[in-house]
């Protein structure tokens, strides 16, 4: 193997299907069970596999320039590319593989400058599945980057959201590929990852369009195998964007799209898609005056206790324990609870006569701490809320003037 991996550097036109042979074989290799870490161990495998995505052009040191800051096929061999990212995907899904590739020197940001899909591309009748190979492994092997766990995954989420290609070549994604979902569900997944943490969400904040891109593109069709799912991702980014950040929340209130985004679809949300607008609801309330609040529903045309009634009907429903595919639904809905009871104190009464003192009695007896994290990683909590649930139920009863009850049966 170790004369395998040697042979990627040979650089010699002559020598080229010798080259690629041997990376045909290191990809079937390190696709059997095991072998990915015998490969990733051989020594000088991530340089190697570096300089099959540099042409003869680039420059030793892997530093990467604006000139080269975007894939165009006709100035670079598809297949050797294809063959790098084919190897770096199947190699990075061990967790030292992933240490290794953001160790080596420009390997990132040129993995990154792949990412990039021209407009004319993504918008071609025409494009072929094969023309957008390079974007989607590029973007398969940043998603698994992103997602690498520990204090590695925090280094890799930092380094690839301080490359400043990464948001911007999302970005392009977003705004134009509609005709191939597949790459924005990848682009999507990255941002909601790289949104875990706060850094990461403001960067993403600041970059221009992009949450606009976001709304829009919860506002299209789609395709019909998987329209709920982009919708779904879309508008969960957003979401995720609004934790912690007051600078995105109000990036979104500038777009004046909540009553549309928001408060009809909690209405007729299912699953993920009621949690996580119940969830963008619950932070946007909270930089809103009364008369902001009365405006959004006024516009919306809905009822606030209507609104309130749904609420309320949503914990009646997970009345003995969060929804498995949606943890923080009942944190959520009570937050937005507190959001409208401090806006408008009419809203008090209402969410006493509909039952809301026994809802968030059930909460209270049936709590996880699965309900004080925002962000998980397999099963353990990553982002722990700065108020546990218990907390917030306490904040509500006071709002609602109950002042004895039992918090702990």
Request: net charge neutral.
């Amino acid at each position: 193997m170790a004369r395998l991996v040697e042979m990627l550097n040979w650089k010699e036109p002559k020598q080229w299907e010798i080259r690629q042979a041997a990376a045909e074989i290191l990809v079937k290799l390190a696709s059997r069970k095991h072998k990915p870490l015998q490969v990733a161990g051989i020594p000088g495998i991530m340089e190697s596999i570096s300089s099959l995505l540099f042409d003869s052009s680039g420059s030793a040191s892997g530093e990467i320039s604006l000139r080269t800051s975007c894939f165009r096929p006709e100035h670079h061999d598809l297949l050797r590319v294809n063959l790098g990212l084919r190897l770096l995907k199947k190699l990075s899904c061990d967790h030292g593989s992933c240490e290794k590739i953001g160790n080596t020197r420009g390997l990132l940001p040129k993995i990154i400058s792949f990412t990039y899909a021209d407009e004319r591309l993504l918008k071609d009748e025409r494009t072929t599945p094969t023309q957008i190979l390079v974007p989607k492994r590029s973007l398969q092997v940043v998603k698994v980057l992103a997602s690498t766990t520990g204090t590695t995954g925090k280094q890799l989420r930092k380094e690839i959201s301080d490359v400043v290609f990464t948001i911007s070549n999302i970005r392009g994604m977003l705004q134009h590929g509609e005709k191939h979902q597949v790459l924005q569900l990848l682009s999507i997944a990255i941002l909601t990852i790289l949104a875990a943490e706060e850094d990461g969400r403001e960067l993403i904040g600041c970059t221009g369009n992009v949450i606009k891109e976001l709304y829009n593109i919860y506002l299209k069709q789609g395709v019909p195998e998987y329209p709920n799912r982009v919708k779904v991702e879309a508008v969960e980014v957003l979401s995720m964007l609004t934790l912690k950040s007051t600078s995105n929340c109000h990036r979104i209130l500038k777009l004046k799209v909540i009553e549309n985004l928001v408060l009809k679809y909690i209405f007729i949300g299912e699953d993920k898609l009621q949690e996580v607008m119940v969830g963008l609801a619950a932070q946007l309330f909270k930089f809103m005056t009364s008369q902001e609040s009365s405006a959004v529903f006024e516009r919306a045309g809905i009822q606030e206790a209507e609104f309130a009634g749904v609420l309320v009907w949503i914990l009646r429903n997970n009345k003995y324990h969060p929804s498995v595919r949606c943890l923080t639904l009942r944190r959520f809905v009570v937050e937005l609870a507190i959001c409208l009871m401090r806006v408008e104190d009419t809203n008090i009464a209402t969410f006493k006569d509909l039952g809301m003192v026994e809802e968030l009695q059930s909460v209270v007896e049936t709590t996880s701490q699965i309900e004080s994290f925002d962000t998980f990683s397999g099963t353990v909590g990553l982002s722990r809320h700065n108020m546990p649930i218990h907390s917030l139920v306490e904040t509500a009863m006071e709002l609602l003037n109950i002042w004895h009850y039992n918090m702990y049966i």
